[in-house]
Nanobody, 120 residues
Framework: QVRLVESRGGLVQAGESLELACAAS????????MGWYRQTPGKQRELVAT???????NYLDSVKGRFTVSRDNAKNTVYLQMNSLKPEDTALYYC??????????????WGQGTQVTVSS
């Protein structure tokens, strides 16, 4: 069984920074891509940032230059450093990982979500 456990988000003011972390645990054979999505009420979940095993990254246009995704493969952990936060970044942030466990094909796993609120 695989679990993705996210760090607590929080309430920050516009312009401030916040870092999220997410650790995967369980009978993990390998982890391919990892990353973060976010969702606000009434909207679809959107990709924020992803990072592959060779550290290729992909970002939502609106966060480019402000957010940085990174990973520690030894700890099965992905991070999201969020700088210059804006009120429109307020959302429930979900950790994501494509993981292969022993005896099964790779599949997507999700964290429970952590709330980030940016006040103006």
């Amino acid at each position: 069984q695989v679990r993705l456990v996210e760090s607590r988000g929080g309430l920050v003011q516009a312009g401030e920074s916040l870092e999220l972390a997410c650790a995967a645990s369980g009978s993990i054979l390998s982890i391919n891509s990892m990353g973060w999505y976010r969702q606000t009420p009434g909207k679809q979940r959107e990709l924020v940032a992803t990072i592959t095993t060779d550290r290729s990254t992909n970002y939502l246009d609106s966060v480019k230059g402000r957010f940085t995704v990174s990973r520690d493969n030894a700890k099965n952990t992905v991070y999201l450093q969020m700088n210059s936060l804006k009120p429109e970044d307020t959302a429930l942030y979900y950790c994501y990982a494509k993981i292969q466990v022993y005896g099964f094909n790779p599949r997507d796993y999700w964290g429970q979500g952590t709330q980030v609120t940016v006040s103006s």
